[in-house]
């Protein structure tokens, strides 16, 4: 990354790049100098190894934040603190409690028009083909499903995308399911189907088991 960080949030986003947000350059276990807060998001391209600088957030967020991708495509980034901190010398401070949050939308929501997905099952195997109807089938370059966010404490632990195989239709893209949990754990997913400009439609949530 451009900006060393810590206490930092990661979060998979619907064109398979990842989102950073939050966190602090400052030492120890947490720094709550303000001035020492990274409050710029940056995204990286799995694809290009490359990083990208972004607009900032308007708080520092640290220790006990969070972000989660929302199904329209935007990030809900805030919390942080309502925690104790043991600083350098043995003090104990309180970390800032933030209860409120912020939207981040990212540059895929600035690029043109976005794909529709009129309706998609609301359970599938694995393995199993289903439909999803679109009226934008013609333009679908991919499918991924990213599975629901259980992040606490900066770190989300249940994170996992995949990008699924489908073949168009005339009404829409049939798709195929992972072929089992090791690939894709059970459980509910966000769905999207992205056109040629990397521009993603809104999530359909899917459970899979």
């Known amino acids: 990354m451009a900006l060393p960080r810590r206490h930092l949030n990661s979060t998979i986003l619907p064109d398979g790049q990842v989102l950073i947000t939050g966190g602090t350059r400052g030492g120890g276990f947490v720094n709550i100098d303000p001035g020492?807060?990274?409050?710029?998001?940056?995204?990286?391209?799995?694809?290009?190894?490359?990083?990208?600088?972004?607009?900032?957030?308007?708080?520092m967020r640290v220790y006990h934040s969070v972000s989660l991708l929302l199904p329209d495509g935007t990030v809900l980034h805030g919390a942080s603190g309502d925690a104790l901190a043991v600083q350098p010398g043995g003090a104990?401070?309180?970390?800032?409690?933030?209860?409120?949050?912020?939207?981040?939308?990212?540059p895929y929501l600035f690029k043109g028009a976005r794909p529709t997905?009129?309706?998609?099952?609301?359970?599938?195997?694995?393995?199993?083909?289903?439909a999803v109807a679109t009226p934008n089938a013609a333009q679908v370059t991919e499918?991924?499903?990213?599975?629901?966010?259980?992040?606490?404490?900066?770190?989300?632990?249940?994170?996992?995308?995949?990008?699924?195989?489908?073949?168009?239709?005339?009404?829409?893209v049939q798709v195929t399911a992972p072929a089992g949990p090791s690939l894709a754990p059970p459980g509910h997913y966000q769905l999207f189907i992205l056109n040629r400009n990397g521009v993603p439609s809104e999530g359909e949530v899917v459970r899979v088991q």
């Open 36 to 59: 020492l807060a990274v409050k710029e998001a940056e995204l990286w391209n799995p694809v290009t190894k490359g990083w990208s600088t972004l607009a900032p957030n308007s708080l």
């Open 92 to 106: 104990i401070v309180e970390v800032p409690p933030r209860r409120d949050h912020e939207i981040f939308s990212p």
């Open 117 to 130: 997905i009129s309706s998609a099952p609301a359970t599938v195997a694995y393995a199993q083909q289903f």
């Open 143 to 172: 499918v991924r499903w990213i599975r629901l966010g259980t992040v606490t404490h900066a770190f989300d632990m249940g994170q996992r995308a995949n990008k699924l195989a489908f073949v168009r239709t005339a009404t829409g």
